[in-house]
T-cell receptor, first 109, second 115 residues
Framework: QKEVEQNSGPLSVPEGAIASLNCTYS??????FFWYRQYSGKSPELIMS????GDKEDGRFTAQLNKASQYVSLLIRDSQPSDSATYLC?????????FGGGTRLMVKP | DGGITQSPKYLFRKEGQNVTLSCEQN?????MYWYRQDPGQGLRLIYY???????QKGDIAEGYSVSREKKESFPLTVTSAQKNPTAFYLC??????????????FGAGSRLTVL
């Protein structure tokens, strides 16, 4: 069974710090990787997608992919209290997405 | 604005009753999905459909049924056979099967509670 693993947290960082969220996956055939943010009681929203090895930056967010080591990470620079949420990693191999259990991030003022 | 509409937002069910959750999209997406989320957990796939009149079971299909008679609509029925149906249900859609086309757009969710 394809697996996507995340530390459930909570990961607590002070406001202005860098938050680092990690995700590992089991299927070497995985081709597309996504980070979704989910606020409590709300539906997930896409914040980053990455398809090739290396870094992809979008504003305060940077996604990093290492297919050889089968991990994908999300860095959030200058963390804000509004970034406090659960971050879901999703991995695609073929047609279906498999989600990790999510990491809860808490940014303290 | 294009999007996905789920209804109802909150639903209470007595044990032994079937309930149907509605999901409608106007994004012209080919693929639609139903996920279940339990507190503190990730998303688990119930059913998905990549084309009208066709659908496949996901990882936790037992106790659920779906139909896809129209491209825009993908209702989910939670049957009495589902032993622990209290959860947050999310409907999603995507453009289809091509590489990079599986970015999901989610509806706002339906929260089902069994009394």
């Amino acid at each position: 069974q394809k697996e996507v693993e995340q530390n459930s947290g909570p990961l607590s960082v002070p406001e202005g710090a860098i938050a680092s969220l990690n995700c590992t996956y089991s299927d070497r055939g995985s081709q597309s990787f996504f980070w979704y943010r989910q606020y409590s009681g709300k539906s997930p929203e896409l914040i980053m997608s990455i398809y090739s090895n290396g870094d992809k930056e979008d504003g305060r967010f940077t996604a990093q992919l290492n297919k050889a080591s089968q991990y994908v990470s999300l860095l959030i620079r200058d963390s804000q209290p509004s970034d406090s949420a659960t971050y879901l990693c999703a991995v695609n191999a073929g047609n279906m997405l498999t989600f990790g259990g999510g990491t809860r991030l808490m940014v303290k003022p | 604005d294009g999007g996905i509409t789920q209804s109802p937002k909150y639903l209470f069910r007595k044990e032994g009753q079937n309930v149907t959750l509605s999901c409608e999209q106007n994004l012209n997406h080919d693929a639609m999905y139903w996920y279940r989320q339990d507190p503190g957990q990730g998303l688990r796939l119930i059913y998905y459909s990549q084309i009208v009149n066709d659908f496949q079971k996901g990882d936790i299909a037992e106790g659920y049924s779906v139909s896809r008679e129209k491209k825009e609509s993908f209702p989910l029925t939670v049957t009495s056979a589902q032993k622990n149906p209290t959860a947050f249900y999310l409907c999603a859609s995507s453009r289809g099967q091509s590489s990079g086309a599986n970015v999901l757009t989610f509806g706002a969710g339906s929260r089902l509670t069994v009394l």
